[in-house]
């Protein structure tokens, strides 16, 4: 009978394996390495890193998503400057990967790095590691030439969530890259102060929907009383989008002043529209607004006339 | 490998955790880590690495409970409306308050779960009063992260040995018989306590593919939980309460509406037109989905069509990559493509499982069974609509359970006959020189499932089943031949796949009304709350056949106001309209 | 009576090209929740992991945890 329990080897014997003259037999030693879940394999998997073949190259910097801490991270950052795309590919998921925030020392040198590439993997890997210091970079590198090095850095800056980035925010959401803004929009969502707010308003203006509906949408996170006017502009927007995240917005502001100009919406021929619209008016109940729920209580769209039931219902309490 | 052995070999242990999928290693790891010196084995007939429901991910949660965004009370509500009011809520009461820890501890195992541009939770909404879901980004790594978990706490893990029978004695659990699915070695575990994590019943109805094993749930999960419970003596809970699951046809996976619904994808009838009216995922929306589809209106359809292109890429990144990856291949295949027209579905086969439903294997808020010692979690377990969370959070609460429950006792002694006659059992397909093999007592079981027990339930078609099934059973005890250890795998499979085929039969039988829509749609009778608001509770009678009772309801920790329940009401004759 | 020999074609393709079975892997046949997959010896003595029993639930970790891109999981033929 062969063995019954799945073993716990010495980590120095299944680290022998590395130095094998087959590639495929040091692949084999370091996905039993990764099994191991020991933190002694880390020096042998971030030996690996540097093998010859680009084959155990890879494999080694995608068994490092099974450790943490700095030396598994200053792996990864080693492996961010290979060659081979594949590589390059799994440290970058692999950076992702980390938790333990001194993870962080070995990547908040490298952060003045300009390549595209690196600088991308690298601002992803520290971001969720909320380290402060990585807020200085990452400002810096809002202006880069890379969009996606630019939305990874308002990525840790929003996860920062500190009021002195405010500015940097701000200026972010005035990026050429649509998805740049639409990301630094969202990020405001920890501020309730007036610059946000105000940040948030203007970009309820921006010339591409998935800005103006990233907007609408954290209004209802942070937003407040000032921000109604500007969300009732939107709820003509050409995009229904935009519209939804709108009302929505208005409904957790408690906005009843709007909801007369909500209820005329209901007649717009978009089920996902019309469903919120409903919803949003039984939240603000406003006794004038039921005529224009009634005319859909029998409504071709089961979850349309589910939430009219709902609302006039509210109205009627 | 796969030739046939002999062999016996017996070990024992504190807790033996049956099942590696989801369940199962959370419990392993809170017995573990409440009592670091318990000896925990984690046994599974596939390799934990990759076993189970979740084998290759989930996308994300359907029933996280966060504070902000829904309260222990709203859920617990919610879910029992789901179910017909046929739920003791202690226990979804407790999986509602402890959700959100759980929800913590898999976040430091290094499971993502998608948050905003803040670092906060991003719960979506689905359901019309509360907001459960909750997308996990990276839910390919799940089972990688559980691993990981396991190996550190150093659980002992047994690959590639499938239970076949429990053990008791002395009125409590003794442990279990295994056998190896590659050697046909015999593995006995004496142990205080058992954990039964074995998923849901899921071949027991055969897709309209044909396959065998294109299945909703992962195919591994063939019902060994609850045929092992059965001939133990425990009891199993409504287990005429079926899972039945809109899905991509042919493809046979989830379509995914708490992926597409929050943003903004639906379920739509031949003419485009959204027509399910019920909120939860439940018997009744089965039945509005069935009545579309036999109604004229069908076929039906999952509708994307109508969404930008930004949102069905993030529909597509997050479908394709995560849970059932061959999905994309699908479509490919097909031509299909969410942007240029709708994607054709359909309703799944029946099976038993308390993920999507309320049937299982009864245990309390403990997780106990109505065996002392004897656990069972996850979807094999009657806590309704546990999904993956549930089925994490129940574990849990079973592996706690468990360490304290080994405190003060030692082994059972148990009947060594017991293991004479199993291994008698199991063996017997192995003495003969030919005769039916397992694939086709599977699948023939299956067909008669479909042919006879899928609803609308008809007494005289189930009677039909019964006596179709004693016909299959007689040829599989006399007549079942296998030539290796992986055939003698699928014969075990077969055996527990007509267990459940017996037990989906009687229990439909049992329960003479109809409740929850469609996976108790028995035509003959109507819904008579008098009579059966209760649990029906199957255990195996002193004939070896199923036998019967009821089991109140317990009182409920979250009252139902009276307009709520008629809200529900109200529903249903509307959906009864709708489907005219 | 002797069991047919019933052809099906089988939806997990190994490229033994790329396979390392000579080198002890044995990760997609560990992996598979169904068993499916065995390790098969060449005419030249080499090896190579394939499919030796149809009963696919076309999942992927085979696919999935190959270390170099060896196997492609395809839909089964009937569901496709």
Redesign the interface.
């Known amino acids: ?1 062969s063995a ?3 073993e ?1 080897d010495d980590i120095a014997d299944l680290a022998e394996g590395l130095d094998d003259p ?1 590639a ?2 040091r ?2 030693a370091v ?1 039993e390495l990764a ?4 933190p002694a394999a880390i020096p042998y998997l971030a030996r690996a890193i540097s093998d010859s073949d680009a ?1 155990v190259r890879k ?1 080694a910097a995608q068994a490092l ?2 450790f943490d801490g700095p030396e598994t991270a200053a792996a990864l950052v080693t492996a961010l400057s290979d060659s081979e795309v594949d590589v390059i590919a799994a440290a970058a998921v692999s950076l ?2 980390l ?1 333990d925030p001194a993870a962080g020392d070995a990547i908040l040198p490298h952060l003045d790095d300009q390549d595209e590439v690196r600088l991308t993997a690298l601002l992803a890997g520290i971001k ?1 590691l ?1 380290r402060p210091e990585a807020l200085a970079p990452a400002i810096a590198a809002l202006a880069h030439a890379s969009p996606s090095v630019r939305m990874q850095a ?2 840790v800056i ?2 920062l ?1 500190q009021e002195t980035s405010l500015p940097a925010l701000r200026s972010a959401t005035q990026d050429k890259d649509v998805n740049v803004r639409r ?1 630094a929009l ?2 405001l ?2 501020s309730k102060s007036a610059s946000a707010q105000e940040t948030l308003v203007d970009g309820l203006k921006d010339p591409e ?2 800005a103006r509906e990233a907007a609408a949408e954290t209004l209802a ?1 942070s937003g407040n009383d000032s921000c109604i006017a500007a969300l009732r502009a939107v709820l003509d927007d050409e ?1 229904w ?1 935009v519209r939804l995240k709108a009302v929505r917005s208005l409904g957790k502001l408690g906005a009843s002043e709007a909801a007369l100009q909500i209820a005329p919406m209901m007649d717009i021929p978009v ?2 529209l019309r469903k919120e619209c409903a ?1 949003v008016l039984g939240e603000l109940a406003v006794a004038e607004t039921a005529p224009f729920l009634e005319k859909y209580a029998d409504d ?4 349309v ?3 009219v ?2 609302a006039l219902e509210k109205i009627a309490a | 490998m796969d030739e046939i052995q002999d ?1 016996l ?1 017996q ?1 024992d242990c504190d807790i033996l955790v049956i099942g590696g999928g989801t369940a199962g290693p959370m419990a392993a790891l809170k017995a573990k880590r409440k009592n670091p010196n318990a000896n925990v ?1 984690l046994l599974d007939k596939a390799n ?2 990759r076993s189970g429901a979740i084998s290759m991910g989930m996308d994300g949660l359907n029933n996280s409970v966060i504070p902000g965004y829904a309260t222990p009370e709203q859920y617990t509500k919610e879910i029992t409306i789901a179910n017909d009011g046929i739920c003791d809520q202690a226990a979804v009461y407790r999986y509602a308050q402890e959700c959100y820890g759980i929800i913590q501890e898999l976040d ?1 195992f ?1 499971i993502r779960f998608q948050k ?4 906060e939770y991003d719960v979506k909404k689905v359901h ?1 009063i509360g907001t459960y879901v909750l997308p996990m980004p ?1 839910g390919d ?1 799940v089972k ?1 992260a559980l ?3 396991l ?2 706490a ?1 659980i ?4 590639r040995y499938m239970a076949t029978r429990l053990l008791t004695g002395e009125g409590r659990i003794a442990g279990a018989i295994c056998v190896n699915t590659r ?1 046909a ?1 015999f ?1 006995v575990v004496r142990a205080k306590a058992v954990i039964m994590g074995l998923g849901a019943a899921g071949r027991l109805g055969l897709p309209t593919s044909g396959y065998l094993y294109g299945t909703y749930e992962n195919a591994s999960n063939s019902g060994e939980g609850y045929a092992m419970a059965y001939h133990a003596g425990a009891g199993l809970a409504n287990l005429e309460c079926y899972q039945i699951n809109p899905l991509i046809k042919d493809y046979n996976g989830p379509a995914c509406a708490y992926v597409a619904g929050p943003m ?1 994808g ?1 379920t739509a009838n031949a003419k485009g ?5 019920c ?1 939860y995922w439940s018997g009744q929306m089965m039945q509005e989905f069935f009545d579309e589809l036999q109604g004229g209106k069908g076929p039906v359809y999952l509708k994307l069509n109508h969404l ?1 292109e ?2 069905i890429s993030e529909i597509e990144r997050v479908l394709h990559i995560v849970e059932r990856p061959t999905r994309g291949h699908f479509h490919a295949g097909r031509g299909t493509d969410y942007r240029k027209q709708m994607i054709e579905m359909h309703i799944s086969e029946i099976g038993f499982c308390s993920g999507h439903s309320a049937s299982g294997v009864f245990v309390d808020e403990h997780a106990r069974t109505t065996i002392p010692g004897l656990y069972a979690a996850g979807d094999m377990a009657n806590v309704p609509h546990n999904y993956m969370l549930g089925a994490f959070t129940n574990g849990a609460f079973a592996g706690l359970d468990a360490a304290d429950f080994i405190a003060d006792v030692d082994f059972a002694s148990f009947d060594q006959s017991e293991v004479v006659a199993e291994q008698e059992r199991v063996l017997a397909p192995t003495k003969r020189d030919d005769g039916i093999p397992p694939n086709q007592i599977e699948y023939k079981t299956r067909r008669l499932v479909n042919d006879y027990l899928q609803p609308p339930k008809v007494t005289a078609k189930m009677e039909l089943a019964q006596q179709r099934f004693e016909e299959v059973r007689e040829d599989m005890e006399q007549g079942m031949y296998v030539r290796d250890a992986h055939e003698l795998m699928r014969s075990l499979e077969a055996s527990s796949i007509l267990d459940c085929a017996d037990m989906a039969a009687a229990a439909s039988l049992y329960r003479t009304e109809s409740r929850w829509g469609l996976y108790h749609n028995r035509v003959e009778y109507e819904r008579d709350d008098e009579n059966w608001f209760c649990h029906t509770i199957l255990t195996k009678g002193d004939d070896g056949k199923p036998a019967h009772s009821k089991k109140a309801v317990q009182p409920y920790v979250v009252e139902i106001a009276d307009d709520e329940k008629d809200a529900y009401y ?2 249903r004759v ?1 959906a009864t309209v ?1 489907a005219e | 009576m002797p069991l047919a020999q019933t052809a099906t074609t089988v939806p997990v393709v190994v490229n033994d090209d790329l396979c ?1 079975a ?4 044995t ?1 997609c046949v560990d992996v598979c929740p169904l068993d499916v997959l065995r390790i098969a010896e060449k005419a030249d003595g080499s090896k190579t992991a394939y499919m030796k029993y149809d009963e696919c639930w076309y999942c992927m970790p085979c696919e999935a945890d190959c ?2 891109g060896a196997v492609t999981v395809n839909l089964p033929y009937l569901l496709k």
């Open positions: 009978m019954l329990f799945e716990f087959s495929g037999a692949i084999m996905m099994d191991s879940a020991d084959g494999q998503t099974d992702t990967e938790k969720e909320r308002v990525g929003g996860w969530q990301t969202s990020a969502g920890f929907w998935l996170k995009f989008q089920p996902n919803a071709s769209d089961p979850d006339r589910k939430n039931r709902w | 062999g070999t070990i084995v934990v690495k430091e290094g905003d541009q803040n670092g019309h990276n790594t990688k691993y990981r978990q190996r550190k150093r002992q893990i047994v690959n050697t070695e593995l903004g639906y037109e959204r027509f399910i009216e909120d930008a930004e949102t109200n529903q509307d709708a | 390392i000579d080198k002890g892997c990760v270390p170099t």
